[in-house]
């Protein structure tokens, strides 16, 4: 399974859109890129995910570089409820999740 | 829809003490999902059922852990003799199938060994 890198922690103003990176230069052609966020005393949750094109849910948006190395998850308009870690998570079919240490994200009023 | 359920919520014990979580999945689920999260850290992978059945254990410490999964619906983790890194919160999920990896979390257990 390909590794990725995202930055240990983040800031973002409420209201603003927040914009998490991810690097993952060694993604498999087969393989997609999953988000998940973990609110404080919870367990994990799904957010989007992707192979080669943009997605957008209602909970965020995934913008995916064209040679797939990188990609950036966007939360339009960040709430305090939005304060999480956030996991980047490079999966394929038959595999496993395998979640490093994410980005820390506090939004702040 | 009922969320995933897990019990108890927090458990203490002592080391060399044995202890046992519950988790009942997504009623439909057919792949449960056991997790341990070390402060700190994203949660690791223990063990994938497809039903009733092991898919994936090889993260499983088999000299202390078990699970089981019987008629393919609730499922039970037990840690026996427990350690002081054993310490973590062990989280359950489960989803539809083996394809997609929309993996739905319960609140977790946290244990502490003392």
């Known amino acids: 399974d390909a590794k990725t890198t995202q930055p240990t922690s983040m800031d973002c103003a409420e209201g603003r859109a927040a914009n998490l990176p991810c690097n993952h230069s060694t993604i498999s052609g087969n393989e997609y890129v999953y988000w998940y966020r973990q609110i404080h005393s919870q367990g994990p949750q799904y957010i989007i995910h992707?192979?080669?094109n943009n997605e957008t849910n209602e909970m965020a948006s995934l913008i995916i570089t064209e040679d797939r190395k990188s990609s950036t998850l966007i939360l339009p308009h960040a709430t305090l409820r939005d304060t999480a870690v956030y996991y980047c998570?490079?999966?394929?079919?038959?595999?496993?999740?395998?979640f490093g240490q994410g980005t820390e994200l506090s939004v702040k009023p | 829809e009922a969320g995933v359920a897990q019990s108890p919520r927090y458990k203490i014990i002592e080391k060399r003490q044995s202890v046992a979580f519950w988790c009942n999945p997504i009623?439909?689920?057919?792949?449960l999902y056991w997790y341990q999260q070390i402060l700190g850290q994203g949660p690791k992978l223990l063990i994938q059922f497809q039903n009733n059945g092991v898919v994936d254990d090889s993260q499983l410490p088999k000299d202390r852990f078990s699970a089981e999964r019987l008629k393919g619906v609730d499922s039970t983790l037990k840690i026996q003799p427990a350690k002081l890194e054993d310490s973590a919160v062990y989280l359950c999920?489960?989803?539809?199938?083996?394809?997609?990896?929309?993996?739905?979390f319960g609140p977790g257990t946290r244990l502490t060994v003392t």
């Open positions: 998570i490079v999966w394929r079919q038959g595999g496993k999740l395998i």
């Open positions: 999920a489960s989803s539809q199938g083996l394809a997609g990896v929309e993996q739905y």
């Open positions: 009623s439909g689920h057919a792949t």
């Open positions: 992707g192979l080669k």
